[in-house]
Every structure is written in C-alpha cells, then in structure tokens.
C-alpha cells in the first residue's frame, strides 16, 4: 500500500497498492480494504472469492495536469447461499464506466461556462463520452432526490 497516495486520492475504503507513470498521466492500482462483499440477490455476506477483473477508469488529475487513471481491481465473489457469483460495488464509480463518479461531475461543471466541443477538447475526451457523462450525472441526481 502506498499510503500517501490513498490519503490523496481520498476515496473511502480504497487503497492505493501501487503506481505507473507515464506519458499520458499517472496510472493509481487501488483496491477495497474489505475482505467481504454483500450478495445483490440474497444479502449475504460473502468472503468467496471467484475471480477479479482489473480495468481503467478515468479520474480527476493529480497536481491539475496530470491526466490519473485508477486501475481498479474488481473482484468477483461467489455467494454461498445462492451459489451465483457477482461482482463488488463500488461507490465512486458506476457499472460498466471508464470514468469515477466524480471526473464526470467536473466535466459535467465544465459544460456550464462553455459547450461540448471545448470541453471535450480540454479534457480530451470524444463529445460522446461528455454527452454520456451529462446522461449519468442527470439520471443518478435525479435518484437521489
């Protein structure tokens, strides 16, 4: 664990085991402190390990230049009382995304003073992936109210 760059990121329960630099930015390896994750169908409490899948998602910058990516270890679990294996939840970035919650909220501030085209550009993301972003943010604040 790296435990200055787990302070830094700030993302609660998720330790940053090691780091990558490269050209493009800063690559943060994190992981879950939990040795356990509850079942979505049953609620049961599993420590069965099933399988992990490791993937990129795009997060906020580190010192406002470096473009940071968080390779996140989501780890696939068996659960013991249904038999059906599912995949942990993360709290800082939705199913199936390639960005944490919080870069699509500051991307998402960005299109308030300005349009698709120079947000996209200076976040060097496709004007697709803004549009999804605005999309997620809406529908995810619209279920929290």
């Known amino acids: 664990m790296v435990p200055l760059l787990t302070e830094l990121l700030g993302l609660p329960g998720i330790d940053v085991e090691s780091y990558d630099e490269t050209e493009e930015g800063l690559i943060l390896s994190v992981e879950a402190h939990s040795d356990t994750a509850t079942c979505p169908r049953c609620g049961t409490l599993s420590r069965h390990l099933h399988q992990n899948h490791g993937y990129l998602v795009r997060d906020l910058p580190i010192s406002h230049y470096r473009k940071t990516w968080l390779r996140v270890n989501r780890r696939q679990f068996k659960c013991s009382n249904c038999g059906k294996p599912f995949s942990e939840d993360f709290e800082f970035v939705g199913v199936r995304r390639v960005y944490t919650d919080r870069y699509a909220e500051v ?19 496709s004007e697709d992936i803004v549009w999804s972003m605005v999309e997620y943010v809406s529908a995810k604040k619209s279920v929290s109210t």
Do not use: P
Not at 115 to 120: E, I, K, L, P, R
């Open 107 to 125: 991307v998402v501030a960005d299109l308030i003073h300005s349009d698709t085209a120079n947000v996209s550009r200076q976040h060097r993301l």
